[in-house]
C-alpha cells in the first residue's frame, strides 16, 4: 500500500558532489518521519539523515556539514544533498519513512503507522 522511490545515486570521484532524491507513494494519511540510511560493503545498516516527527534534522555526526537534507511535505519528498563525498561514503543508500495509513471498513477509519524502506541505491565514491 506504501512505496518509497529512490532516485539518484551513482558513481563520483573523491571530493564530487551527489544528490539523492525520495518519494512516497500510496494509501498515505501522515508522514510521521521521513529520511536516509546507508549500508557500506559488510557493515551495518546506519543513520544517514531524517527528519524527525517534530520536523527538526537529525544527522550522524560523520555527514554533519557534507550532507543536507531538505523536504517537499506536500509531495512527500526528501532529498539528500551530498558533498565533499569520500570514498567511505560508498554504500547502498535507502529512504526510510514512518508512515500512517488509514483504511476504512464497516464504516469505521482504521489507523496504523509502520516504517517503509525503500529499494535502496547505490553510492560509490572512487577514483
Known amino acids: 500500500q506504501v512505496q518509497l522511490v529512490e532516485s539518484g545515486g551513482g558513481w563520483v570521484q573523491p571530493g564530487g558532489s551527489l544528490g539523492l532524491s525520495c518519494t512516497a507513494s500510496g494509501n498515505i494519511f501522515n508522514v510521521i518521519a521521513m529520511g536516509w540510511y546507508r549500508q557500506p560493503p559488510g557493515k551495518q545498516r546506519e543513520l544517514v539523515a531524517t527528519f524527525t516527527s517534530i520536523g527538526e534534522t537529525n544527522y550522524a555526526d560523520s555527514m554533519k556539514g557534507r550532507f543536507t537534507i531538505s523536504r517537499d511535505s506536500a509531495k512527500k519528498t526528501v532529498h539528500l544533498q551530498m558533498t565533499s563525498l569520500k570514498p567511505e561514503d560508498t554504500a547502498v543508500y535507502y529512504c526510510?519513512?514512518?508512515?500512517?495509513?488509514?483504511?476504512?471498513?464497516?464504516?469505521?477509519?482504521?489507523?496504523?503507522?509502520?516504517?517503509?524502506w525503500g529499494q535502496g541505491t547505490q553510492v560509490t565514491v572512487s577514483s
Open positions: 526510510y519513512a514512518d508512515i500512517t495509513i488509514r483504511t476504512y471498513s464497516g464504516g469505521i477509519y482504521s489507523y496504523a503507522s509502520n516504517d517503509y
